[in-house]
């Protein structure tokens, strides 16, 4: 079941334009309770520190996961961040935002004469909005739902 689901979570990442590796790191973040360590991680997905390195990083800046540091261990260990489901719709919400943005200003400088361009923009803008409050919504569940600053442990 773990081997399948790390797996299916980078089969799954890979699709949203990441790394397979960064999605089946995080997938085995998603089940592990305790911090890993780095090397405990390239050993255990079978892959170079390199590729830990590097796709730890990238995950780590999404929110996903996050670094600690162990007493008397000098390596980093990383662990499941808090909330890391809300920081992802943060993410998605965000990008969604500055498209948005992109469409507005788009429609602002358009010629009066271009209906059919301003209807086709008006038509994303609207689009773009509607999922942008959705996603607002979804993250005030998300919070509501997650215990706060809290680890499984």
Do not use: W
Request: aromatic share 6%; with cysteine.
């Amino acid at each position: 079941m773990r081997k399948r689901f790390i797996d299916q979570m980078g089969t799954h990442m890979e699709t949203e334009g990441l790394p397979r590796i960064a999605g089946r790191l995080f997938g085995l973040m998603i089940l592990e309770l305790e911090p890993i360590s780095f090397g405990d991680l390239a050993h255990r997905l079978g892959v170079s520190r390199g590729s830990i390195s590097t796709n730890s990083r990238l995950i780590e800046a999404k929110g996903l996961i996050e670094r600690v540091s162990m007493e008397g261990e000098r390596q980093d260990f990383f662990r499941l961040a808090e909330q890391p489901y809300v920081n992802m719709m943060r993410g998605v919400a965000a990008r969604m935002g500055e498209t948005l943005k992109s469409i507005v200003e788009a429609r602002a400088s358009l010629p009066s004469n271009a209906t059919r361009e301003d209807a086709r923009l008006q038509e994303a803008e609207h689009f773009f909005e509607t999922a942008v409050a959705s996603l607002a919504d979804l993250t005030t569940k998300l919070c509501a739902r997650e215990p706060s600053g809290e680890h499984v442990s």
